[in-house]
């Protein structure tokens, strides 16, 4: 089984082909193909993670859609000066299909 180890929207998640991912935002379409940086790759027993062998693999991710996660709120508050503040928060996030490893 051939799976990679991938930099992207600021973590790293570990791919095979058709698995779905979900990262932070990515600019562009639905059906857009994007380029994820690989960090290790494995290949049956053999594991690369040389940069110079790195340089030449290519993983490739098809866009499927946009999203927002799930909502966040923040409370600060202060005991006995009567500050209060309430903040919400939604991630953007982008739904990702692996579509290759080579």
Not at 15 to 36: H, P, W
Not at 50 to 70: F, I, P, S
Not at 86 to 91: A, E, I, L, P, S
Request: aromatic share 2%.
């Amino acid at each position: 089984m051939v799976y990679a180890i991938v930099r992207a929207g600021g973590r790293q998640e570990k791919v095979s082909v058709g698995d779905t991912i979900v990262i932070n935002r990515v600019a562009g379409e639905a059906g857009d193909s994007v380029d994820l940086a690989p960090v290790l790759l494995v290949d049956g027993d053999k594991v690369t993670s040389a940069q110079n062998e790195l340089a030449k693999v290519k993983v490739t991710a098809e866009k499927v859609e946009d999203l927002r996660g799930e909502k966040i709120r923040i409370l600060r508050y202060k005991n006995k000066t009567g500050y209060k503040k309430r903040q919400g928060h939604r991630q953007e996030l982008t739904r990702l299909k692996i579509t290759g490893i080579a």
